[in-house]
């Protein structure tokens, strides 16, 4: 695994505190869309290298 990989995933693996949570809102608004679409961006190239998601989406529906 890459340094640039490795560094992917620890941050999308990162959990925020409520304080930093709450500072995320305190920012300006514009401030708070650049780094929302930043992450957007991030997880879309996720989602569409890796397709396991997909499959698990394509099994039968089964109800108990």
């Excluded at 930043?38 to 099994?59: M, S």
Aim: charged letters at 35%.
């Amino acid at each position: 695994m890459t340094t640039k990989n490795t560094k992917q995933k620890t941050q999308e693996n990162i959990e925020l505190t409520l304080s930093q949570r709450r500072e995320f809102l305190k920012l300006p608004l514009e401030k708070r869309r650049r780094i929302l679409e930043k992450q957007a961006t991030q997880i879309q190239h996720h989602y569409q290298e890796n397709t396991e998601w997909q499959e698990w989406l394509e099994g039968d529906i089964i109800e108990y």
